[in-house]
Nanobody, 125 residues
Framework: QARLVESGGGTVQTGGSLRLSCKAS????????MGWFRQAPGEERRGVAA???????FYIDSVQGRFSISRDDAKRTLYLQMNSLKLEDTAVYYCAAEENCVVHAMTDGGFIEEWGQGTQVTVSS
């Protein structure tokens, strides 16, 4: 059974950094596009970044240059390095998997096959 487990969330001050991890099991990780989504209180869940099996990446404009998505196929783990964090980055962050994706379209969220349970990121002033 496929499973995604996020970790690394927490509370950090504005301008700080956090690194999220997502450990995958139960499917052929290296064949899948992987992505990060987030949901702020009272808002819909939205895509943040995605990475293809070939390592190609996509970021939404608001995190471009601050966040970096990466993957380690040997460890079946997805990462999100978040730098220069802002108050508006506060959200529950979810890991997602999609096979046969178009990387820049994955953040639309229309074809996600697996979701993690989420990890809370809180940025304080």
């Amino acid at each position: 059974q496929a499973r995604l487990v996020e970790s690394g969330g927490g509370t950090v001050q504005t301008g700080g950094s956090l690194r999220l991890s997502c450990k995958a099991s139960g499917f052929t990780f290296r064949h899948y596009c992987m992505g990060w989504f987030r949901q702020a209180p009272g808002e819909e869940r939205r895509g943040v970044a995605a990475i293809g099996p070939d390592g190609s990446t996509f970021y939404i404009d608001s995190v471009q240059g601050r966040f970096s998505i990466s993957r380690d196929d040997a460890k079946r783990t997805l990462y999100l390095q978040m730098n220069s964090l802002k108050l508006e980055d506060t959200a529950v962050y979810y890991c997602a998997a999609e096979e046969n994706c178009v990387v820049h379209a994955m953040t639309d969220g229309g074809f996600i096959e697996e979701w993690g349970q989420g990890t809370q990121v809180t940025v304080s002033s």
